[in-house]
């Protein structure tokens, strides 16, 4: 099915994945449109939780991905589901000004065109399941 989905010109199909080492944030997202690897982001940032630097991971994927002017689907892939779920709580929490900015991009993305859509598929992380023995 992704094989599928990514050889299609308008989907952008972003994975997303960040780790925290000796309190140094590590954030990466790959991107592909028509199969074709196209953006790779990789961020830094010291003193940040978990859930700060993946937040900030598909933030910067969304804005990427709803950037470009063909796109009409944005599939994110990441293992931080729960993560992905706080850019549309309404609620106060810590990660609401990046849920924001997320959402302010989204609000842009389909005043292009209504019919645009977006997509979270979760994944569980290699690194955290050992027994899927996935290999990178």
């Not at 599928?4 to 080492?21: C, G, P, R």
């Not at 706080?86 to 106060?92: E, R, T, V």
């Not at 389909?110 to 290999?135: K, Q, V, Y």
Request: hydrophobic share 40%.
């Amino acid at each position: 099915m992704v094989i599928k989905l990514s050889s299609s010109q308008f989907i952008a199909i972003v994975t997303t994945d960040a780790s925290i080492n000796n309190n140094i944030a590590t954030s990466i997202s790959y991107m592909h449109i028509s199969n074709q690897p196209l953006i790779k982001t990789l961020h830094h940032v010291v003193f940040v939780t978990s859930s700060e630097a993946e937040l900030f991971t598909i933030k910067c994927s969304i804005s990427q991905a709803s950037s470009k002017e063909n796109i009409s689907k944005i599939i994110i892939i990441t293992d931080s589901i729960h993560v992905a779920k706080k850019i549309f709580d309404l609620s106060s929490h810590p990660l609401q000004s990046q849920s924001m900015a997320i959402l302010g991009d989204l609000c842009q993305f389909f005043s292009r065109d209504p019919n645009n859509s977006i997509e979270f598929w979760e994944c569980p992380s290699c690194c955290s399941n050992h027994s899927l023995e996935w290999h990178l």
